[in-house]
């Protein structure tokens, strides 16, 4: 049993101050008091000036593990996860050797279930000639989505057939797409159309990473027809445009201008766009500094510190910040168990520290050491991490409790 004292919680657009004793994974009880002689076992845990937020669902991360270990693993991305007040993260499936089998996906779980420090969900890869097996194997409820790939990126598993392209939508998990260009989105839009008109029902469609105001035009008007439209967009996009970044190079889609940053700051605002994916795409720094450097950023620690900034700019307001970072998320991925700091709700959550603080100033946990965001300052630091009640991160240390596969 934990007890948090005096701790700010959300309350619409605002905080207010409470105190709440964390017992079997959820918050049993939030009250404005509670004598913390009533404390027989556990903890208390002092929080004045302590904010207190469902912790950050990530549902776009690349962990590289297997195949890649020497740019990530389980361990180094996880804790990087908990660092940055994620208690969750969905793995993509393009490592080394693709995840689009039943073999590759239960080799993969092993490794995140003996590996990781947060719950997890792991996607796999739609190819030319995998859609009835994703369909019919049992492979669909074992994942928490399909990834489709219209274009090369890191890893080249890209899709041509139009049979896949069109039958992945006769079932019912999230359809995420890396669209690769405008042509990659509106083919994907065509053939979700084409597939609503054919099936009894269709999944979510995810398209992600969108990062252009041309992107955020065409999917305003496509989600009034197809509210099951979902987008994504990273920070980096928000944040970082071709003329203010000066870090190692190459991302996937490119950076652009800072119009399209506005333009995406109001796809946010008029909730075209849904949610927050941080594309954590590790790669080593000397692989960076090459001529031909490989596409990715890595973004785990860094998220929340610099959408905080942006709600301490009134650029979002606090109920827009855990809409797109948990909310809707965990709705979108049917994890349910309440979606705020409410009692019987999981108490996955981040205490968060006011002060001046600047990224990268005590090292990275990411095993490739670096982030396009080195030296900004920021204002709201994740200090504790739970997961399901577990104190999982807290100051600098790192503790590994049980975790699962929230998917399945
Ligand atoms: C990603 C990677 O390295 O895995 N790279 C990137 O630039 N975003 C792949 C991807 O998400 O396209
Ligand atoms: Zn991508
Ligand atoms: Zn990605
Ligand atoms: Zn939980």
């Given at each position: 049993m934990i007890i948090l004292k005096k701790v700010l919680i959300p309350r619409e657009n605002s905080w207010i101050r409470r105190d709440i004793i964390i017992e079997n994974g959820v918050y049993s009880k939030i009250s404005e008091s509670i004598d913390?002689?009533?404390?027989?076992n556990g903890r208390v845990i002092q929080c004045e000036g302590l904010y207190l937020i469902p912790s950050f669902i990530d549902?776009?991360?690349?962990?590289?593990?297997?195949?890649y270990d020497y740019k990530e693993d389980w361990d180094t991305c996880t804790r990087a996860a908990l660092k940055g007040g994620a208690s969750a993260i969905f793995d993509m499936p393009n490592n080394k050797i693709p995840v689009t089998d039943k073999k590759t996906i239960k080799e993969k779980g092993e490794i995140a279930f003996n590996k990781s420090y947060v719950n997890y969900g792991l996607y796999v890869a739609l190819t030319d000639d995998n859609v009835d097996e994703i369909r019919k194997s049992g492979i669909q409820k074992a994942v928490c989505g399909i990834k489709i790939y219209m274009s090369k990126t890191t890893g080249d598993i890209t899709v041509r057939s139009e049979y896949a392209l069109l039958n992945i939508f006769n079932q019912t998990r999230p359809v995420l797409v890396h669209t690769g260009s405008v042509d990659g989105l509106l083919k994907i839009l065509s053939s979700y159309e084409k597939a609503a008109k054919k099936f009894s029902s269709i999944p979510v469609l995810y398209i992600c990473h969108v990062s252009t105001g041309d992107e955020v035009s065409i999917l305003r008007k496509w989600k009034e027809i197809f509210p099951w439209i979902h987008v994504e967009v990273s920070p980096h996009h928000l944040f970082l445009n071709k003329e203010n970044y000066k870090g190692l190079k190459r991302v996937l889609p490119p950076l652009c201008s800072k119009k399209d940053n506005e333009a995406l700051w109001k796809g946010i605002d008029d909730k075209t766009i849904d949610l927050i994916g941080t594309d954590h795409a590790p790669h080593t720094v000397e692989e960076k500094k090459k001529e031909d450097p490989p596409a990715g950023f890595p973004g785990l620690e860094t998220a929340l510190p610099l959408l905080f900034n942006a709600l301490k700019e009134e650029r979002i307001t606090l109920g827009t910040l855990l809409r797109i970072t948990s909310v809707n998320t965990k709705t979108l991925f049917r994890i349910?168990?309440?979606?705020?700091?409410?009692?019987?709700?999981?108490?996955d959550c981040t205490l968060i520290e006011e002060g001046e603080f600047f990224i990268g100033q005590n090292g990275?946990?990411?095993?490739?050491?670096?982030?396009?965001?080195?030296?900004w300052k920021y204002t709201f630091n994740p200090v504790l991490t739970m997961v399901d009640g577990f104190i999982a991160y807290e100051r600098g240390r790192f503790f590994r409790n049980p975790v699962k596969n929230l998917c399945i």
């Open positions: 913390e002689y009533d404390l027989k549902p776009h991360v690349h962990v590289r593990e297997p195949g349910r168990k309440g979606t705020g700091v409410q009692e019987n709700a999981c108490a990275y946990i990411t095993k490739c050491g670096w982030s396009p965001f080195h030296g």
